[in-house]
């Protein structure tokens, strides 16, 4: 597909000849978090263990080091696997996202009109519905609904609720849309499938104007788009999420 997301360990107080004798040290076990935020960071390739990667690798920086538990050199590892994994997801979609971006016109009204037979708006899409997209970049009304088992261009794989407030821009409506669509991608999309039947497809999604969003719109969905209506199938899991919001 081109395009195409624990507490630390207490610090041990130094030996010092305030304290009693006792038996000597024991060597502390490399840690835990460490080896796991390097696993997650490199496995960033998945989209899914990004976020994990970074959380988990900054927690165990702080119980690692001189005089703490060895595995920093882990934590730093997974640290910048999962970063050099991100700035490439963000480029590779960024790019993809940015290209492909269209708004859909939602309601006039605080009421979600009816739209015609056959086709679906910002207020009645469903999550595994397909359809076919205007070519036409920018701001549509509504979309023709078709059966996934014909060829069409584009198929919403989720959904999710923007964050509430102000017209945030553009711009900042894309920067959610890609952290929340590559994780219902990772999540509801048969990469695997899709990629072996060859078709050329990418991620996108359809988000409310400001018109719609001052009349309360807040759904973004998720899809996968072919410009050439390759699909002739479904792109999603067996058992996928189509619940609004996905996940």
């Not at 309601?107 to 910002?122: I, Y």
């Not at 999309?189 to 409310?208: K, M, N, Q, T």
């Amino acid at each position: 597909m081109n395009n195409p997301l624990g507490p630390g360990t207490p610090i041990a107080q130094p030996y010092g000849f305030v304290h009693p004798p006792g038996p000597p040290p024991h060597h502390h076990k490399t840690s835990g978090l460490a080896i796991a935020a390097l696993v997650l960071g490199l496995t960033g390739c998945l989209a899914l263990p990004l976020l994990p990667a970074m959380i988990v690798g900054v927690i165990a920086l702080t119980q690692t080091g001189p005089g703490k538990r060895p595995g920093r050199g882990l934590a730093i590892g997974g640290l910048a696997a999962a970063g050099f994994w991100a700035v490439g997801w963000v480029a590779l979609l960024g790019n993809t996202m940015d290209d492909l971006r269209h708004d859909t016109a939602g309601p006039q009204s605080a009421g979600c009109a009816t739209p015609s037979p056959g086709h679906a708006d910002a207020c009645t899409l469903k999550p595994g519905e397909c359809f076919e997209q205007p070519k036409v970049k920018g701001t549509f009304d509504s979309v023709e609904l078709t059966s996934c088992g014909n060829a069409h261009s584009t198929e919403a794989i989720g959904a999710f609720a923007a964050a509430d407030g102000p017209w945030p821009g553009a711009e900042q409506l894309r920067a959610e849309a890609v952290v929340q669509c590559l994780r219902i991608m990772a999540k509801n999309v048969d990469r695997p499938r899709l990629e072996a039947a060859g078709v050329y497809a990418d991620l996108s999604y359809l988000a409310p104007g400001r018109e719609s969003w001052e009349h309360g719109v807040r759904t973004v969905f998720c899809t996968i788009y072919s410009p050439d209506a390759q699909l002739t199938a479904s792109v999603l899991t067996s058992g996928a999420d189509l619940a609004i919001p996905t996940g």
